[in-house]
């Protein structure tokens, strides 16, 4: 049991949250205060600097050349493309400033990130994929976001080492693979969650080691099952034949179908393996980490989301590699080898004692409130100093932080370069227009010529769409944006005999989404055993909810 030394109230949802023994510590180590938020504020903070998914039409601001861009053309500062942002055609010490003590850190901070240049996109070690974000080592690949090391995907996140696979979220090493969740080391599977290695089959949920299913729950190294029942291949087959799962809306009903007979099972507390004293949901290899959110080897951290390869670390949103971060706290996109880094954003490859910075790459070390530098030391504010001058310096503007209340906060919503629904915050807290004005956040309204009618009618059979469906502009069913089929896509759907989808790959993504919980953990009991688990499933839930053992209890 945690020792809670302090309770406080969050200053933005006013709930009260526990500030336990081990974290005082930890905070203490880095000699930061402490949040003054709760974590689930802190994390919508966060998320406010990611844009994910949205991609704009702009010019690079060094070469003028056409590019995409997670910002659009109306941001007030400039924006590279990477090859130009990365190289030495520009540097980012020419746009330093004197800190200002007449003024608080935040404001001057945005007069600086207002005149840096930005990345367009992060993308490292790609080829053939223009239209691809946070995303690196991939070849012929469309539309994937916060991917590495994919081949010939498309309309996927969060998707891992995997080939020839469309409309995957949080896959690894999977081929031939479509609508799956979860899934690793899968081959020819179709909308399915919580899978390995699986192959051949049809809407599975929570199977390891399953080929030539239809249909099935938590089944175990099973073969020729339908609806979790065993036949003979003859038999399967000609179940499978019968289906009448060939139009869109037939497999629209039966994937709604499938949904409702996975709640007749049992479902684990937690996805994930071999975590030890560990809290949170879609984790494996951690030890001592709690609430934590699709991590993977992690040791000691709270509060980090999709990250791998990560220790001693607080409130940390994306990233990691196999070379990790460790001794942080709140920050969004940082790692691949980083230490002690704080308060910041986009900080990568063998970066350590940066404070306050954003996009500051490339061994840099001892920076503070910087921008866009690559290969610096004893910066602050983008100018450089001497390495005791910079201590000072540093020292003097912390000083000054706390008398503002800036210090130990994240950047603030006031200076968000994003508006609220073009970040993941909307993904993990939907609002309306209305309320995001209301709260404060900036909001983008849709642009007219992306919302043209549809003109033309999707042929329900995949073997009657013709070749030139690929020119026709299509309007989603659900949000009514347009959308274009891609040659490799068309090529896909009929391999596989899946009909063309009718609504864009962000509605799609948005439905994946909605079969995750919340990243959100509720004391519960073993609803076979009453054993107290934490978990991500809600009492008014209707799903069967175990405890490990008696979920493995429960399978075949």
Not at 22 to 46: A, M, N, V, W
Not at 239 to 261: M, S, V
Not at 466 to 492: G, H, M, S, V, W
Not at 506 to 534: A, M, T, V, W
Request: with cysteine; net charge positive.
């Amino acid at each position: 049991m945690e020792n809670i030394v302090e309770k406080r109230t969050c200053r933005k949802c006013n709930k009260e949250f526990p500030i336990y023994e081990e974290d005082q510590e930890f905070y203490e180590s880095l000699k930061i205060p402490g949040p003054t938020h709760c974590s689930r504020c802190r994390q919508k903070r966060r998320l406010l600097w990611r844009n994910e998914r949205n991609l704009y039409k702009r010019k690079c601001g060094g070469t003028g050349k056409n590019i995409l861009s997670v910002y659009s053309s109306e941001k007030k500062f400039p924006v590279y493309d990477t090859e130009y942002w990365y190289s030495d055609k520009w540097d980012a010490l020419e746009y330093g400033q004197d800190f200002d003590f007449n003024k608080p850190f935040f404001e001057q901070f945005q007069e600086l990130m207002n005149k840096v240049p930005q990345l367009a996109r992060s993308v490292v070690n790609n080829q053939n994929c223009d239209f691809v974000n946070q995303c690196g080592w991939s070849k012929n690949c469309y539309l994937i976001f916060e991917a590495d090391f994919n081949e010939n995907c498309m309309y996927s996140n969060n998707i891992y080492d995997s080939k020839y696979s469309i409309d995957m979220y949080l896959s690894f090493k999977c081929e031939l693979c479509y609508e799956c969740i979860n899934c690793k080391n899968c081959y020819n599977l179709i909308f399915s969650q919580n899978c390995d290695n699986c192959s051949d089959s049809w809407f599975l949920k929570n199977c390891i080691g399953c080929g030539n299913c239809y249909g099935c729950v938590n089944l175990r190294n099973k073969q020729y099952y339908y609806l979790n029942e065993k036949y003979s291949k003859e038999e399967y087959k000609n179940k499978i034949k019968n289906l009448n799962i060939q139009t869109y809306k037939e497999l629209k009903t039966a994937r709604q179908n499938f949904q409702k007979y996975t709640k007749n099972f049992p479902q684990k507390y937690y996805n994930g393996t071999h975590n030890e004293n560990s809290t949170g949901d879609y984790i494996s290899n951690t030890q001592r980490c709690k609430n934590c959110f699709e991590v993977d080897h992690a040791q000691d951290c709270k509060y980090v989301f999709n990250s791998r390869h990560i220790k001693k670390t607080y409130d940390m949103t994306v990233f990691g590699s196999h070379n990790g971060a460790e001794y942080c706290c709140e920050n969004h996109e940082i790692g691949d080898g980083v230490r002690n880094i704080l308060f910041s954003d986009q900080v990568w490859i063998g970066c350590y004692d940066i404070y306050y910075s954003k996009l500051c790459v490339q061994n840099c070390h001892n920076l503070f409130g910087c921008i866009g530098l690559k290969h610096q030391n004893h910066c602050i504010f983008n100018k450089k100093y001497e390495k005791e001058e910079y201590e000072k310096l540093k020292n003097r503007i912390i000083e000054h932080m706390k008398k503002t209340g800036e210090w130990g906060e994240f950047f603030p919503k006031e200076i968000v370069p994003f508006a609220y629904n073009e970040t993941t915050a909307q993904d993990y807290y939907p609002l309306t227009k209305e309320k995001a004005l209301e709260q404060g956040y900036k909001w983008k309204d849709p642009d007219p010529k992306e919302y043209l009618p549809q003109k033309y009618e999707i042929p329900e059979l995949i073997e009657d769409v013709p070749d030139t469906i690929l020119n026709e502009i299509l309007a989603c069913e659900e949000c009514r944006k347009n959308y274009k089929l891609q040659q490799e896509e068309l090529k896909f759907y009929r391999r596989i005999k899946l009909p063309v989808p009718k609504k864009c790959f962000k509605c799609r993504h948005k439905y994946r989404f909605s079969l995750k919980n919340p990243r959100i953990l509720y004391d519960r009991n073993c609803q076979k055993c009453g054993e107290n688990i934490k978990t991500t499933y809600s009492p008014n839930m209707p799903e069967l909810v175990y405890c490990e053992k008696c979920y493995l209890e429960s399978i075949k």
